[in-house]
Nanobody, 119 residues
Framework: QLVESGGNSVQAGGSLRLSCEVSRYTVSELYMAWFRQAPGQEREAVAA???????TYTYSVEGRFTISKDNAENTLYLQMTNLKPEDTAMYYC???????????????WGQGTQVTVSS
């Protein structure tokens, strides 16, 4: 089970940290990612992290977002800085036992947390 939190409304240039608490499995045995979906748009990958901690980002968030995981807390994080209005979306965490990186075929998804960035 994946449970996201941390979404909020912020002004452009602000920061947020999203969390995804994992149960039943440990983050150390999972490949994980953050996705987002804006109204009327397809779900897109934002960032991924593999079991060894190697990270991958979509171009639009490179240098602004950081994906990480805490094995002790069994939680996945997404630190977002310099937020822009186009970052407004529902953000979802995803997990799988296969290294899918930014592909969409993750087998486990959370319910999402809303991020709204105003200009």
């Amino acid at each position: 089970q994946l449970v996201e939190s941390g979404g909020n409304s912020v002004q452009a240039g602000g920061s947020l940290r999203l969390s995804c608490e994992v149960s039943r499995y440990t983050v150390s045995e999972l490949y994980m990612a953050w996705f987002r979906q804006a109204p009327g748009q397809e779900r897109e990958a934002v960032a991924a992290i593999d079991k060894s901690g190697y990270t991958t980002y979509t171009y639009s968030v490179e240098g602004r977002f950081t994906i990480s995981k805490d094995n002790a807390e069994n939680t996945l994080y997404l630190q977002m800085t310099n937020l822009k209005p186009e970052d407004t979306a529902m953000y979802y965490c995803a997990a799988d036992f296969f290294n899918l990186q930014l592909a969409r075929h993750y087998s486990n998804w959370g319910q999402g947390t809303q991020v709204t960035v105003s200009s």
